[in-house]
């Protein structure tokens, strides 16, 4: 059974920084891209990152580019969202999902998420 | 970036009804669209990918179709199980957008 379990959210006040972490299980991890999704209180759905299998491309929105940065251990089967300079508007439920991109690339698998509140 | 326009909102509708929910991109998406069900509390999760795939295990009352800019999600004779929320995404190009969501009550 695929499970994403996120971990790290909490409360942090702006321009702040925060580390989420993804553990992964029931699948093989290194032969999947990953991405963090994150929805704001009761908002829609925003892509926030994707990784390939290797860590070696990433995919931002500009709306997080240069602030956050994904990561990857494959042998740890863990998946890592560092979120710096965090804003108000930061403020959402991040959701980890697993991209089974030789068949697609939407989002097949989604973790329980995690909250994070940025505010002072 | 490719905008997602979805309709409707919001929708009613009663058991054992067909409700049909549209999605348009802002540019040609070339089947590259998922739908997703996010049920109160919940995460989402994948019904369609490819506009028109079943993902393993979803119901075969759901069903996609559609291409180009305009894409649609059918779900025959609505179960109770079946309210939620419904939101579409793009991923032809980056930065993958999702539409703004439908949410579905019983009426």
């Known amino acids: 059974e695929v499970q994403l379990v996120e971990s790290g959210g909490g409360l942090v006040q702006p321009g702040r920084s925060l580390k989420l972490s993804c553990a992964a299980s029931?699948?093989?991890?290194?032969?999947?891209?990953m991405a963090w999704v994150r929805q704001a209180p009761k908002k829609g759905l925003e892509w926030v990152a994707t990784?390939?299998?290797?860590?070696?491309?990433?995919y931002y929105p500009d709306s997080v580019k240069g602030r956050f940065t994904i990561s990857r251990d494959n042998a740890k089967s863990s998946l890592y969202l560092q979120m710096n300079s965090l804003k108000s508007e930061d403020t959402a439920t991040y959701y980890c999902?697993?991209?089974?991109?030789?068949?697609?690339?939407?989002?097949?698998?989604w973790g329980q998420g995690v909250m994070v509140t940025v505010s002072s | 970036d490719i905008q997602m326009t979805q309709s409707p909102a919001s929708l009613s509708a009663s058991l054992g009804e067909t409700v049909t929910i549209e999605c348009r991109a802002s540019?040609?998406?070339?089947?590259?669209l998922a739908w997703y069900q996010q049920k109160p509390g919940k995460s989402p999760q994948l019904l369609i990918y490819?506009?028109?795939s079943l993902h393993t295990g979803v119901p075969s009352r759901f069903s996609g179709s559609g291409s180009g800019t305009q894409y649609s999600l059918k779900i025959n004779s609505l179960q109770s199980e079946d309210v939620a929320s419904y939101f579409c995404?793009?991923?032809?190009?980056?930065?993958?957008?999702f539409g703004g969501g439908t949410k579905l009550e019983l009426k």
């Open positions: 999902a697993r991209v089974p991109f030789l068949t697609t690339v939407a989002l097949d698998y």
């Open positions: 029931g699948f093989t991890f290194s032969n999947y891209y």
């Open positions: 990784i390939s299998t290797s860590g070696s491309r990433t």
């Open positions: 540019e040609d998406i070339y089947n590259g």
């Open positions: 490819n506009a028109n």
């Open positions: 995404q793009q991923y032809y190009d980056y930065p993958w957008t």
